[in-house]
């Protein structure tokens, strides 16, 4: 059986130690995303009761299905792959989309927003390392796409995302991470409202908080290995 509570602890903890360790002078506190893929909604209440109040979640179809019976007030994160044929239900259920990734997409999204006359919170997910097997938009698109995505009246842009390869060897993403800050921060100087870098998951959040992430995703190491049986089956 997990030990959810035990588990958030020693997270908690290393993000304070992460925190001490940054290089530079951090002002903004680290948001820690609690990942919920393939966990079930019992896991959910326990980790919202210890103290979690941001969950993240990677399908909306899965989403939705906790949405309806979570019975907890949190902020919800996609954090997934968003297609642009289930943008309505992802505008209904979260706070903020990490994967904005397309002006297609952007596009879509906002006019969801707008029939719904939500303004919504998104980010821009950037594929920095250029992986074929991840999503996000490449560098050399990036300035276009944050003048799409600032131009449309029901988004609100508030910063950047990645996920960093999964490298052996876990140092090498810390100039992935380096490189993040400093769009980031070249962003957050054009744009007032900008306020995320969303920024390392188990394996690496540590060294991404030590180069200026202010969200973190963590899913294993607070509930455990996921049922990836469960997930072919759906």
């Known amino acids: 059986m997990t030990d959810i509570k035990n588990n958030l602890q020693t997270v908690k903890d290393e993000i304070a ?21 393939n966990h079930n909604v019992e896991m959910m209440r326990e980790a ?11 399908r909306i179809q899965e989403a939705t299905e906790k949405f309806s019976s979570l019975d907890r007030k949190v902020k919800w994160h996609l954090i997934g792959h968003l297609q642009t ?27 969801a927003a707008k029939s719904t006359e939500k303004i919504q919170d998104v980010l ?35 910063g950047l995302m990645m996920i960093a390869p999964n490298y052996e060897d876990v140092e090498d993403c810390r100039p992935l991470f380096k490189k993040m800050y400093e769009l980031f921060q070249d962003l ?41 049986q469960s997930e072919m089956r759906k």
């Open 17 to 37: 130690l992460a925190i001490e360790r940054r290089r530079k002078i951090f002002d903004d506190e680290v948001k820690l995303v609690a990942v919920t893929k």
């Open 48 to 58: 919202i009761d210890l103290g979690v109040n941001e969950i993240g979640e990677n």
């Open 85 to 111: 044929n289930k943008v309505k239900a992802a505008v209904k259920i979260f706070d903020l989309i990490h994967s904005i990734d397309s002006e297609h997409l952007a596009v879509a999204v906002n006019r």
């Open 124 to 158: 821009i997910q950037v594929n920095l390392a250029k992986e074929e097997s991840k999503t996000g938009i490449e560098i050399e698109n990036l300035d276009e796409l944050i003048k799409t995505v600032e131009s449309l009246e029901n988004l609100k842009l508030r």
């Open 188 to 228: 957050k100087q054009k744009n007032s409202e900008v306020k995320y870098l969303s920024m390392g998951m188990t394996h690496d959040y540590k060294i991404a908080i030590e180069e200026g992430a202010n969200i973190i995703r963590v899913g294993t190491a607070i509930f455990g290995v996921r049922d990836y």
